[in-house]
Every structure is written in C-alpha cells, then in structure tokens.
C-alpha cells in the first residue's frame, strides 16, 4: 500500500524507451489539492486553511493524541505542509524567471543520493525493490523536479538535527506530519469516525455540507 509522506511515486512505461519501465519520483505531500491553498493569503484562503486545521486535529486525535497534543501537533502538520508547498512553488518561479520548463532527468540510485544525501535514497529503492533494486546498473529514475528534491533533501537533513523543536524542520513536526498522513489516507478503512473527517475535509473543498 503506499501511503506518499513528503514526496509520491510510481512504476510507469517509460516515455522515451516503451520496451522497458522506469520508477517515477514525483513533487508532493500535500493533502490539500495544490500548493495554492497553502500560500495564499485571501480571506477564503486563510478561513480554509483555519477549518483544515481543525480537521488535522480531528484525525490526530482519532490516532489516539489528546486533545492539547492535537492541537499543537495539528499546526506542526500544516507548517510542515506549507513548507512542501513552498518548496514546490519556488521551482515553478524559477521556471518562469527562466521562460524553460525543468525537464525530467533519468538518474541511477547512486546519482540520485549524491544529489539529495538528505533523503537516503539508495536504502530507499533496495527496500521498495528488494529482488531487483531499482536503480542498480542503469538510469531507470525518472525524476520530475530535481530541484524540488534537492530542497527536499535539505529540509529532512535540518529536521533531523532538530528533533525537540516545535518549527517546520523538525522530527516532532515530521513525526505529527507522518502520523496525520497515516490517518488520513487510511481514513476508508479506519471507520466511520475517520471517514468523517475526511468527509469534512471534501465539504470545505467543494463548499457541499458532509
């Protein structure tokens, strides 16, 4: 079952080689649909981002937090995911600064983790492909946006020299994030209680009462 914290994948045919398939790294971690309902600063922006709040904690507590605990991890998860949204965004500037779309680029396991040693990556594919790992022997790593996982790989680097710190880069925002992430995307099959909340969060979407 995957369940993407910080960034998604996929195995997929290969666009340019169709006789053989690639793993495909894709920018993510985000809940919400985009990066601009994070980073906007509208009255409906800020509003949604106050209810989603709620929701986090709603789930956080159906995980078994208390309700203060909730509470504060809650705004630990957004911060988290604002900083993921930020990373995304900060690609798509630089692109348009430039006027030239960032290309995919086909990389082994070992280029991968020199170029993002934040994320320890070649642990990573071995254990998602023991058998075969990927990227072993050959450039079959699709990568969408390299730079968004070079920021990426940074960003878990710094959380991981500060572990108590109540701040975006840190293992208690981290772990607050992962464990909300568990909740949420398992919500179907966790129960009513969880689906509800995940029904609370497509009512503030769509503006249609759960």
């Known amino acids: 079952m995957n369940i993407p914290v910080f960034f998604d994948w996929t195995m997929m045919v290969d666009p340019l080689h169709p006789k053989r398939?690639?793993?495909?790294?894709i920018a993510g971690g985000l809940?919400?649909?985009?990066?601009?309902y994070y980073l906007k600063t509208d009255q409906r922006s800020k509003d949604l981002q106050i209810l989603y709040i709620d929701v986090i904690r709603g789930i956080l507590e159906l995980t078994g937090l208390n309700e203060a605990n909730a509470k504060t991890a809650a705004k630990s998860v957004i911060a988290v995911e604002t900083a993921l949204a930020k990373m995304q965004t900060d690609q798509l500037k630089q692109e348009l600064k430039l006027g030239v779309e960032q290309s995919p680029e086909y990389v082994n396991a070992t280029q991968f983790a020199a170029a993002c040693p934040g994320l320890d990556a070649?642990?990573?594919?071995?254990?998602?492909?023991?058998s075969h790992p990927i990227g072993q022997g050959e450039d079959n790593?699709?990568?969408?946006?390299t730079d968004?996982?070079?920021?990426?790989?940074?960003?878990?680097a710094f959380c991981s020299h500060r572990p108590a710190?109540?701040?975006?880069?840190?293992?208690?925002?981290a772990k607050a994030y992962f464990r909300f992430r568990l909740g949420y995307l398992l919500s179907p099959y966790l129960g009513e209680k969880f689906q509800q909340q995940g029904q609370n969060l497509m009512a503030l979407l769509t503006g249609v009462s759960a």
């Open 31 to 36: 809940t919400l649909p985009n990066y601009g």
């Open 165 to 173: 710190l109540d701040k975006p880069c840190s293992t208690t925002a």
């Open 141 to 145: 790593i699709l990568v969408d946006n």
């Open 148 to 156: 968004f996982f070079k920021r990426l790989s940074d960003f878990v």
């Open 21 to 25: 398939h690639v793993f495909r790294v």
């Open 122 to 130: 070649e642990s990573l594919f071995s254990q998602l492909s023991p």
